[in-house]
């Protein structure tokens, strides 16, 4: 990530907040995507049923996928307390908006696997 030094520490550069927001909801996406479907490999491999692990493993992956798309949970809350304690409200927004990006990211991967896999519906 590119980075300006600032007064008191780095913070991002206006023009790659885009491209970040962008990229954690692209990683999130990923992750749940490319998490589920490996892991229905392996399930079939075994003998189970793919569709229902894909399933059950794009619920379980939702964290993971918003930790990894926003780089670590360290530099989250330390931007969280740049924020609240220094009165960088600038940086907090930013920070809440690439994680809210990750979230949607990860919301996007369960709700197209839920729509792929079908296995929310009873028979």
Known sequence: MNYVEKKGGFTLKEATFFHSFLESYFIALGVI???????????????????????RLSNLLRIWA???AIGGTFDAVYSFERGLLQGETKDLFKQFMLILSALGGAQTGALLIKWLTQEHLSP
């Open 33 to 55: 995507l490319g998490g589920s479907i490996i892991g229905g490999i392996a399930t079939f491999l075994t003998g189970n049923p793919p569709l229902t692990a894909i399933y």
């Open 66 to 68: 918003i930790v990894a």
